[in-house]
Nanobody
Framework: QVLLEESGGGLVQAGGSLRLSCAAS????????MGWFREAPGKEREFVAA????????YYGDSVKGRFTISRDNAKNTVSLQMTSLKPEDTAVYYC???????????????WGQGTQVTVSS
């Protein structure tokens, strides 16, 4: 199992930007899809973005497409989420996760970080 730790969350005004990072340790990182999910109070966990093991494939949820960018550095065992044009509705706890499959369903991911809070004020 891989251990994942998110960082970079915080409070930002609407229209601002934040960059989340996720550091992985344990099993081989480069062979796995990495994803970002978010969970707002009272809502189900929502897919945000995923990146294939090579970094050559990315996929985004409709609500963040064009505003968020996922990237990874296999040499450093890190995955990042650059968030721009943030909106109050982006407020949530953001989680990174790993999977053997390039999927959007949370159930396909077998390792999860503890999450980092992102709060966007209006």
């Amino acid at each position: 199992q891989v251990l994942l730790e998110e960082s970079g969350g915080g409070l930002v005004q609407a229209g601002g930007s934040l960059r989340l990072s996720c550091a992985a340790s344990g099993r081989t990182f480069s062979g796995y899809t990495m994803g970002w999910f978010r969970e707002a109070p009272g809502k189900e966990r929502e897919f945000v973005a995923a990146i294939s093991w090579s970094g050559g494939g990315t996929y985004y949820g409709d609500s963040v497409k064009g505003r968020f960018t996922i990237s990874r550095d296999n040499a450093k065992n890190t995955v990042s989420l650059q968030m721009t044009s943030l909106k109050p509705e982006d407020t949530a706890v953001y989680y990174c996760a790993s999977s053997r499959f390039f999927k959007v369903a949370p159930g396909a991911y077998d390792s999860w970080g503890q999450g980092t809070q992102v709060t966007v004020s209006s």
